[in-house]
């Protein structure tokens, strides 16, 4: 089974400031996907990031970016210069080969970027 | 904008009633997924379709069916709705059925209301 941990229900970051949302999976397979997504107040779910189990590099997208460490089973999003438009909840989510592509969630850190 | 779309985005309804959610997805995306996201489990998968076939399934209730209809749009089915069936529903949608790399996008959501 699949099972994805985020252990920070809330986090603060002032503006400007770099953040790290932590997030460790747990798999037997050996091909997977992490994914980060964003829920604002509003409720929608927001793309944000991929990292395959088989990528050497880090993704990045802009001001995101996944510091992946396979042997410690960790998929972290580090946001750099946060902007209060940052503030919504973040959630980490994995894909796995013998599941088909269905996500499996972890619980999600509310993020709060403080002017 | 996603490019998923659900209807209703709102919905309140009595226990022991029926409704139906709908989802399109992407244009040109033949998977559709359904998740629930509640207070006390967190964001849940339900159900995959992958061109019209059931691909995958996750936690869904007996009480629960969906279907994926030749024009690939998707409609959740909840029946004897309870108390605990409060969520937000939302549909997903993704161009494949199995690779992992492929992101989904997420619609806006339908909020359903047991009273």
């Known amino acids: 089974a699949q099972k994805i941990t985020q252990t920070q229900p809330g986090m603060f970051v002032q503006e400007k400031e770099a953040v790290t949302l932590d997030c460790t999976y747990d798999t037997s397979d050996q091909s997977y996907g992490l994914f980060w997504y964003k829920q604002p107040s509003s409720g929608e779910m927001i793309f944000l990031i991929y990292q395959g189990s088989y990528d050497e590099q880090n993704a990045t997208e802009g001001r995101y970016s996944l510091n992946f460490q396979k042997a410690r089973k960790s998929a972290n999003l580090v946001i750099s210069a946060s902007q209060l438009g940052d503030s919504a909840m973040y959630f980490c989510a994995m894909s796995a080969s013998n599941t088909g592509n269905q996500f499996y969630f972890g619980t999600g850190t509310s993020l709060t970027v403080i002017p | 904008d996603s490019g998923v779309t659900q209807t209703p985005k709102h919905l309140i309804t009595a226990t022991g009633q029926r409704v139906t959610l709908r989802c399109s997805p992407r244009?040109?995306?033949?998977?559709v997924y359904w998740y629930q996201q509640s207070l006390d489990q967190g964001l849940q998968f339900l159900i995959q379709?992958?061109?019209?076939?059931?691909?995958a399934k996750g936690n869904i209730l007996e009480r629960f069916s969906a279907q994926q209809f030749p024009d690939l749009h998707s409609e959740l089915n909840l029946s004897s709705l309870e108390l605990g069936d409060s969520a937000l529903y939302f549909c997903?949608?993704?161009?494949?059925?199995?690779?992992?790399?492929?992101?989904?996008?997420f619609g806006p959501g339908t909020r359903l209301t047991v009273l």
């Open positions: 997903a949608s993704s161009p494949g059925g199995g690779t992992l790399d492929n992101e989904q996008f």
């Open positions: 244009s040109g995306d033949l998977s």
């Open positions: 379709y992958y061109n019209g076939e059931e691909r």
